[in-house]
């Protein structure tokens, strides 16, 4: 089992930035690819981006492409989501998330999650 632990999230103004952490712990398996999705008030849970261990493979939503990065720190076990260019439409709980399978991340049906962090985007 791997503990999925997020921090970062807060409230910031529409074209403001924010960087999520998501740090691991507790997992079988080193090679593990995680990953970020969120959802939004009203709205079903959404994929936002993944990334493998060694980063070959690494997807991103398109409402997300060109504003938001995905990258590891593999040392340290722990993913980061650097949020650029903030929108209203950005405004979501985000949950990490981890498997060692890249494909069930995104199909969003990953073995773990973390309890997600609240990121509020004011216009």
């Known amino acids: 089992q791997v503990r999925l632990v997020e921090s970062g999230g807060g409230l910031v103004q529409a074209g403001g930035s924010l960087r999520l952490s998501c740090a691991a712990s507790g997992r079988t398996f080193s090679n593990y690819a995680m990953g970020w999705f969120r959802q939004a008030p009203g709205k079903e849970r959404e994929f936002v981006a993944v990334?493998?261990?060694?980063?070959?493979?690494?997807y991103y939503a398109d409402s997300v492409k060109g504003r938001f990065t995905i990258f590891r720190d593999n040392a340290k076990d722990t993913v980061y989501l650097q949020m650029n260019s903030l929108k209203p439409e950005d405004t979501a709980v985000y949950y990490c998330?981890?498997?060692?399978?890249?494909?069930?991340?995104?199909?969003?049906?990953?073995?773990?999650w973390g309890q997600g962090t609240q990121v509020t985007v004011s216009s």
């Open positions: 990334r493998s261990w060694s980063g070959g493979s690494t």
């Open positions: 998330a981890a498997d060692s399978v890249v494909i069930k991340l995104r199909r969003g049906v990953p073995d773990n």
